[in-house]
Protein backbone atom coordinates (compact mmCIF):
# COMPACT_ATOMS: atom_id res chain seq x y z
CA UNK A 1 0.00 0.00 0.00
CA UNK A 2 1.40 3.28 -0.89
CA UNK A 3 -0.15 6.83 -0.58
CA UNK A 4 -2.39 8.50 -3.13
CA UNK A 5 -0.47 10.17 -5.89
CA UNK A 6 -1.36 13.83 -4.96
CA UNK A 7 -0.26 13.66 -1.88
CA UNK A 8 2.90 12.41 -2.60
CA UNK A 9 3.22 15.23 -5.07
CA UNK A 10 2.40 17.84 -1.63
CA UNK A 11 4.97 16.09 0.22
CA UNK A 12 7.62 16.79 -2.55
CA UNK A 13 6.66 20.07 -3.64
CA UNK A 14 6.77 20.82 0.62
CA UNK A 15 10.16 19.63 0.65
CA UNK A 16 11.11 21.73 -2.30
CA UNK A 17 10.33 24.65 -0.13
CA UNK A 18 12.24 23.49 3.00
CA UNK A 19 15.14 22.75 1.10
CA UNK A 20 14.20 26.86 -0.40
CA UNK A 21 14.03 25.18 -4.01
CA UNK A 22 10.91 27.57 -3.93
CA UNK A 23 11.09 30.85 -1.59
CA UNK A 24 8.76 32.31 0.61
CA UNK A 25 6.67 35.09 -2.19
CA UNK A 26 7.44 32.72 -5.09
CA UNK A 27 5.02 32.02 -7.83
CA UNK A 28 5.37 28.47 -8.85
CA UNK A 29 4.03 26.71 -11.53
CA UNK A 30 0.40 26.96 -12.41
CA UNK A 31 -1.40 23.36 -12.65
CA UNK A 32 -0.73 22.84 -16.22
CA UNK A 33 3.18 22.86 -16.01
CA UNK A 34 3.05 21.17 -12.68
CA UNK A 35 0.87 18.14 -14.20
CA UNK A 36 3.67 18.07 -16.84
CA UNK A 37 6.84 18.15 -14.85
CA UNK A 38 4.82 15.12 -12.36
CA UNK A 39 3.49 13.49 -15.66
CA UNK A 40 0.20 13.48 -13.66
CA UNK A 41 -3.45 15.21 -14.54
CA UNK A 42 -4.37 18.57 -13.80
CA UNK A 43 -6.95 17.68 -11.29
CA UNK A 44 -4.40 15.24 -9.31
CA UNK A 45 -2.51 18.81 -9.17
CA UNK A 46 -5.35 20.75 -7.81
CA UNK A 47 -5.59 17.95 -5.21
CA UNK A 48 -1.65 18.31 -4.05
CA UNK A 49 -2.39 21.95 -4.14
CA UNK A 50 -5.22 21.92 -1.59
CA UNK A 51 -3.63 19.72 0.44
CA UNK A 52 -0.90 22.48 0.88
CA UNK A 53 -3.01 25.42 1.23
CA UNK A 54 -5.47 23.52 3.84
CA UNK A 55 -1.87 23.81 6.22
CA UNK A 56 -1.15 27.71 4.95
CA UNK A 57 2.16 25.98 2.99
CA UNK A 58 0.60 28.06 -0.57
CA UNK A 59 -2.15 30.28 -1.23
CA UNK A 60 -3.88 30.25 -4.32
CA UNK A 61 -5.45 33.46 -5.74
CA UNK A 62 -8.42 34.17 -7.67
CA UNK A 63 -6.50 33.90 -10.71
CA UNK A 64 -5.67 30.55 -9.87
CA UNK A 65 -2.14 31.83 -9.10
CA UNK A 66 0.34 29.19 -6.40
CA UNK A 67 2.45 31.52 -3.83
CA UNK A 68 4.04 30.01 -1.22
CA UNK A 69 3.84 31.79 1.95
CA UNK A 70 5.33 29.64 4.44
CA UNK A 71 8.30 27.41 4.83
CA UNK A 72 7.85 27.00 8.29
CA UNK A 73 4.63 25.58 8.14
CA UNK A 74 5.99 23.38 4.75
CA UNK A 75 8.46 21.63 7.25
CA UNK A 76 5.71 21.03 10.02
CA UNK A 77 3.89 19.71 7.54
CA UNK A 78 6.87 17.34 6.01
CA UNK A 79 6.84 16.18 10.12
CA UNK A 80 3.24 14.79 10.33
CA UNK A 81 3.51 13.11 6.82
CA UNK A 82 6.40 11.23 8.27
CA UNK A 83 3.82 9.49 11.01
CA UNK A 84 0.94 9.00 8.52
CA UNK A 85 3.55 7.01 6.02
CA UNK A 86 4.64 5.32 9.93
CA UNK A 87 0.24 4.54 10.27
CA UNK A 88 0.54 3.58 6.25
CA UNK A 89 2.96 1.08 6.68
CA UNK A 90 1.85 -0.06 9.87
CA UNK A 91 -1.47 -0.72 8.22
CA UNK A 92 -0.07 -2.74 5.54
CA UNK A 93 1.73 -5.21 7.86
CA UNK A 94 -1.46 -5.53 9.66
CA UNK A 95 -3.25 -6.51 6.54
CA UNK A 96 -0.38 -8.65 5.71
CA UNK A 97 -0.55 -10.39 9.45
CA UNK A 98 -3.95 -10.81 8.70
CA UNK A 99 -4.06 -12.85 5.59
CA UNK A 100 -1.26 -15.04 7.20
CA UNK A 101 -3.43 -15.62 10.15
CA UNK A 102 -6.01 -16.16 7.86
CA UNK A 103 -3.99 -18.69 5.88
CA UNK A 104 -2.53 -20.38 9.28
CA UNK A 105 -6.49 -20.61 10.73
CA UNK A 106 -7.26 -22.39 7.53
CA UNK A 107 -4.14 -25.07 7.15
CA UNK A 108 -5.68 -25.68 11.26
CA UNK A 109 -8.77 -26.62 10.72
CA UNK A 110 -7.75 -29.19 7.71
CA UNK A 111 -5.49 -30.43 9.59
CA UNK A 112 -7.82 -30.57 12.63
CA UNK A 113 -11.05 -32.08 10.85
CA UNK A 114 -8.18 -34.90 9.08
CA UNK A 115 -7.04 -35.66 12.43
CA UNK A 116 -10.83 -36.17 13.71
CA UNK A 117 -11.73 -37.89 11.02
CA UNK A 118 -8.68 -40.12 9.99
CA UNK A 119 -6.60 -40.89 13.38
CA UNK A 120 -7.07 -44.11 15.03
CA UNK A 121 -5.71 -42.80 18.26
CA UNK A 122 -8.99 -40.85 18.55
CA UNK A 123 -11.10 -43.69 17.91
CA UNK A 124 -12.15 -43.85 21.09
CA UNK A 125 -12.91 -40.79 22.08
CA UNK A 126 -16.41 -39.78 21.17
CA UNK A 127 -18.08 -36.96 20.65
CA UNK A 128 -14.98 -35.01 18.98
CA UNK A 129 -15.06 -31.53 20.10
CA UNK A 130 -11.93 -29.69 19.77
CA UNK A 131 -11.23 -26.85 22.51
CA UNK A 132 -8.37 -24.41 23.15
CA UNK A 133 -6.95 -23.49 26.29
CA UNK A 134 -4.44 -20.94 26.97
CA UNK A 135 -1.66 -21.84 29.62
CA UNK A 136 -1.16 -18.93 31.82
CA UNK A 137 2.03 -18.65 34.53
CA UNK A 138 0.57 -20.72 36.96
CA UNK A 139 -0.26 -23.70 35.06
CA UNK A 140 1.35 -26.52 37.02
CA UNK A 141 2.43 -28.04 33.31
CA UNK A 142 4.44 -24.64 32.33
CA UNK A 143 7.85 -25.80 31.70
CA UNK A 144 6.92 -29.82 31.27
CA UNK A 145 7.55 -31.90 28.71
CA UNK A 146 4.34 -33.70 27.10
CA UNK A 147 5.77 -36.71 27.47
CA UNK A 148 6.27 -36.44 31.34
CA UNK A 149 2.33 -35.03 32.39
CA UNK A 150 0.46 -37.97 30.87
CA UNK A 151 -2.28 -35.89 29.68
CA UNK A 152 -4.17 -38.44 27.81
CA UNK A 153 -4.09 -40.73 30.91
CA UNK A 154 -4.73 -38.09 33.41
CA UNK A 155 -7.69 -36.25 31.39
CA UNK A 156 -8.72 -38.53 29.29
CA UNK A 157 -8.19 -35.88 26.29
CA UNK A 158 -5.70 -35.63 23.66
CA UNK A 159 -3.68 -32.51 22.62
CA UNK A 160 -3.40 -32.87 19.03
CA UNK A 161 -1.62 -29.56 18.31
CA UNK A 162 0.25 -26.47 20.18
CA UNK A 163 -0.74 -22.94 18.80
CA UNK A 164 2.57 -20.52 20.16
CA UNK A 165 2.10 -17.13 18.68
CA UNK A 166 2.37 -17.45 14.81
CA UNK A 167 2.96 -20.59 14.89
CA UNK A 168 1.05 -24.22 15.06
CA UNK A 169 3.08 -27.07 15.96
CA UNK A 170 0.36 -29.99 14.45
CA UNK A 171 0.89 -33.69 16.85
CA UNK A 172 3.55 -31.79 19.07
CA UNK A 173 6.73 -33.97 19.91
CA UNK A 174 6.06 -35.90 23.24
CA UNK A 175 9.91 -33.79 24.32
CA UNK A 176 7.92 -30.52 23.46
CA UNK A 177 8.42 -27.98 26.44
CA UNK A 178 4.74 -25.86 27.04
CA UNK A 179 5.57 -22.58 27.49
CA UNK A 180 3.37 -19.78 29.13
CA UNK A 181 1.30 -18.02 26.48
CA UNK A 182 0.90 -21.56 24.68
CA UNK A 183 -2.78 -22.87 23.24
CA UNK A 184 -3.18 -26.18 23.72
CA UNK A 185 -5.56 -27.31 20.75
CA UNK A 186 -7.39 -30.74 22.54
CA UNK A 187 -10.05 -33.25 21.54
CA UNK A 188 -12.30 -34.81 23.96
CA UNK A 189 -15.59 -35.12 25.48
CA UNK A 190 -17.76 -31.96 26.62
CA UNK A 191 -17.30 -33.95 30.34
CA UNK A 192 -13.18 -33.84 30.24
CA UNK A 193 -13.10 -29.79 29.88
CA UNK A 194 -13.51 -29.75 33.60
CA UNK A 195 -11.03 -32.94 33.96
CA UNK A 196 -8.34 -30.57 31.77
CA UNK A 197 -8.80 -27.45 34.04
CA UNK A 198 -8.48 -29.49 36.74
CA UNK A 199 -5.31 -31.02 35.72
CA UNK A 200 -3.39 -28.17 34.20
CA UNK A 201 -4.20 -26.23 37.23
CA UNK A 202 -3.53 -28.46 40.09
Known sequence: MSLPIYQSIAIDIARRIVNKEFSIG????????LSAHYGVSSETIRKAIAILKEVNVLSVSQGKEVEVISQKQAFLFLTNQKEVELTYSLKQELEMLLKEKEKIDLR?????N???????RLKNINPYNPFEIELTS????????????????????LIIAIRREKEVYIAPDPNELLKTGDRLVIVGSQESLQAVNDFIYS
Open 138 to 157: NCSIVGKSLKSINFRQNTGS
Open 26 to 33: DKISGRTL
Open 108 to 112: FRKVT
Open 114 to 120: DIINYSD
